[in-house]
């Protein structure tokens, strides 16, 4: 499948520069996943018609994509990058668990009460990474319940993180 081989970077040029320009007929997620994947391509003129492509796609069509569970890393991280102020990136990187926890504490502050629930609802995730606790502690959009817990939960995740660096140093 030609998500597959783009992916995993052994499609053909030609393959990547008709993903480009919309010769192969692709759902809005799959485009958009696919073009933030080439966006980062080793030959230039790949990653540059990528960029030019990506420009003119719908925010929906990003939100729907990082909804996945297999979404690509490069989508998340084009996300983050291009998108993170636009409504709604925020809370769709923090639902999505396929997104990298980095990307979520980046946007943390973008967060609303809806992205900090679903952090919160998948605590599992939420707490593997000291630094996501430590960014959504602060975070505007946060209820008073949630800043309460966020708060506590805070604290043990400076602790973990100070351990973690005293851990790398020795």
């Given at each position: 499948?030609?998500?597959?081989?783009?992916?995993?970077?052994?499609?053909?040029?030609?393959?990547k520069l008709a993903v480009c320009s919309g010769g192969i007929p692709l759902g809005a997620e799959d485009r958009v996943e696919l073009l933030a994947?080439?966006?980062?391509?080793?030959?230039?003129?790949?990653?540059?018609?990528?960029?030019?492509?990506?420009?003119?796609?719908?925010?929906?069509?990003?939100?729907?994509?990082?909804?996945?569970?297999?979404?690509?890393?490069?989508?998340?991280?084009?996300?983050?990058?291009?998108?993170?102020?636009?409504?709604?990136?925020?809370?769709?990187?923090?639902?999505?668990?396929?997104?990298?926890?980095?990307?979520?504490?980046?946007?943390?502050?973008?967060?609303?009460?809806?992205?900090?629930?679903?952090?919160?609802?998948?605590?599992?995730?939420?707490?593997?990474?000291?630094?996501?606790?430590?960014?959504?502690?602060?975070?505007?959009?946060?209820?008073?319940?949630?800043?309460?817990?966020?708060?506590?939960?805070?604290?043990?995740?400076?602790?973990?993180?100070?351990?973690?660096?005293?851990?790398?140093?020795?």
């Open positions: 499948e030609l998500r597959t081989q783009i992916c995993s970077g052994h499609a053909r040029p030609e393959q994947v080439l966006a980062s391509d080793a030959d230039p003129a790949i990653a540059d018609r990528a960029q030019n492509a990506l420009l003119t796609q719908s925010l929906e069509s990003f939100l729907a994509a990082s909804a996945r569970a297999d979404a690509d890393a490069r989508l998340f991280t084009y996300c983050t990058d291009h998108l993170g102020e636009k409504p709604g990136v925020a809370d769709a990187l923090a639902k999505s668990a396929a997104c990298p926890t980095a990307h979520v504490a980046r946007l943390a502050n973008r967060l609303t009460a809806a992205g900090v629930q679903a952090l919160l609802d998948n605590l599992e995730r939420f707490i593997s990474d000291p630094q996501l606790v430590i960014a959504v502690a602060n975070c505007p959009g946060a209820t008073p319940e949630q800043r309460e817990l966020l708060s506590n939960m805070e604290k043990g995740a400076v602790v973990s993180a100070e351990m973690a660096e005293a851990a790398a140093e020795i």
